[in-house]
């Protein structure tokens, strides 16, 4: 597998780095302290879900679940299915994705994380 430009998986383009060292500062700006990549999932799931409310450890651990499946949709390993009676979405594998290492899943995230904040127009405009 190659992501953008043909270069390996465990490599992310300067382009593609400058842009989530921008999600990762404007979070910590937001919220007071540097998010970590399970923070980033937690709220591209709850901003997935729609509910603002206290969620219970198992809820979260569904958010970051939820996140993931979003992320991946992007890359054709998963679709969406289906939203619950509970306002849940829940996604279904087409295939597994091949993740050769921890460093290539943590990078695919990365690129997946900008996509989702590109296409959602999350990034603050620069002064």
Request: proline residues 5%; contains cysteine.
């Amino acid at each position: 597998m190659t992501t953008e430009n043909n270069t390996p998986p465990t490599v992310l383009s300067d382009a593609t780095k400058a842009l989530w060292y921008r999600v990762v500062f404007a979070l910590k700006k937001q919220f007071g302290k540097k998010p970590n990549m399970d923070a980033i999932l937690f709220l591209i799931g709850t901003r997935e879900l729609g509910q603002l409310r206290a969620f219970e450890k198992h809820e979260k651990m569904d958010l970051m679940h939820v996140a993931t499946c979003k992320l991946l949709s992007y890359e054709g390993y998963y679709a969406f299915d289906f939203t619950d009676e509970d306002g849940w979405p829940h996604y279904k594998m087409l295939h597994k994705p091949p993740y050769a290492d921890l460093l290539s899943q943590e990078n695919l995230l990365r690129k997946l994380v900008v996509q989702y904040f590109e296409e959602n127009e999350l990034f603050e405009e620069e002064a």
